[in-house]
T-cell receptor, first 120, second 112 residues
Framework: GAGVSQTPSNKVTEKGKYVELRCDPI?????LYWYRQSLGQGPEFLIY????????DSGLPNDRFFAVRPEGSVSTLKIQRTERGDSAVYLC??????????????????FGPGTRLTVL | KNQVEQSPQSLIILEGKNCTLQ??????????LRWYKQDTGRGPVSLTI?????NTKSNGRYTATLDADTKQSSLHITASQLSDSASYIC???????????FGKGTRLHILP
């Protein structure tokens, strides 16, 4: 498939544990975004990568959250010492060039299906 | 404060009927506005995008309007189908730093 994929689709963990969520963006897309979505809410921005570097990590709620994209394609969102409040759907999106295209219009973001994280 | 407010929070209509969803924003300076459709258990999918100079944009049975003066947008769905049941999210980009602000969405239920 040519879309954004995320694994696992569901993750259940215990409070205090460490989890990793993976995102495979569309091939060739330089921009990658992570969002968190709680039930009945819109996606909440976490972090944005342009290539290998985090261009904007202002949405990460605290230092328990960290994300990497070492080769500019696959990204991993890492959550340490999980808390029950971390339970949500974690969405990943990618776009061809990033927030600003040559026309001044932001690129369309293509979302993955999300990973549903449940912290017991 | 940069906000995106959507109404109604949820909406139930019969199949075949039309409906209009509203989005009001205070994001400034404005770059563009998108409407996304999010099916249950799926990621959002872009329906339309409009910049400052565009007043209306259609995508099949979906028509989005934008009034940049009043900072309001609407998404009109014509002849609704059961597959239109989803959340519709309004997303506004800020021109200064390309920040993207999501609304909470309108949950639309189409009944047969």
């Amino acid at each position: 498939g040519a879309g954004v994929s995320q694994t696992p689709s569901n993750k259940v963990t215990e409070k205090g544990k460490y989890v990793e969520l993976r995102c495979d963006p569309i091939s060739g897309h330089t921009a990658l975004y992570w969002y968190r979505q709680s039930l009945g809410q819109g996606p909440e921005f976490l972090i944005y990568f342009q290539g290998t570097g985090a261009a904007d990590d202002s949405g990460l709620p605290n230092d328990r959250f960290f994300a990497v994209r070492p080769e500019g394609s696959v990204s991993t969102l890492k959550i340490q010492r999980t808390e029950r409040g971390d339970s949500a759907v974690y969405l990943c999106a990618s776009s061809p060039r990033g927030d600003r295209a040559t026309s001044g219009r932001s690129d369309t973001q293509y979302f993955g299906p999300g990973t549903r994280l449940t912290v017991l | 404060k940069n906000q995106v407010e959507q109404s109604p929070q949820s909406l139930i209509i019969l199949e075949g009927k039309n409906c209009t969803l509203q989005c009001n924003y205070t994001v400034s300076p404005f770059s563009n506005l998108r409407w996304y459709k999010q099916d249950t258990g799926r990621g959002p999918v872009s329906l339309t995008i409009m910049t400052f100079s565009e007043n209306t944009k259609s995508n099949g049975r979906y028509t989005a309007t934008l009034d940049a003066d009043t900072k309001q947008s609407s998404l009109h769905i014509t002849a609704s189908q059961l597959s239109d049941s989803a959340s519709y999210i309004c997303v506004v980009s800020r021109n200064r730093d390309d920040k993207i602000i999501f609304g909470k969405g309108t949950r639309l239920h189409i009944l047969p």
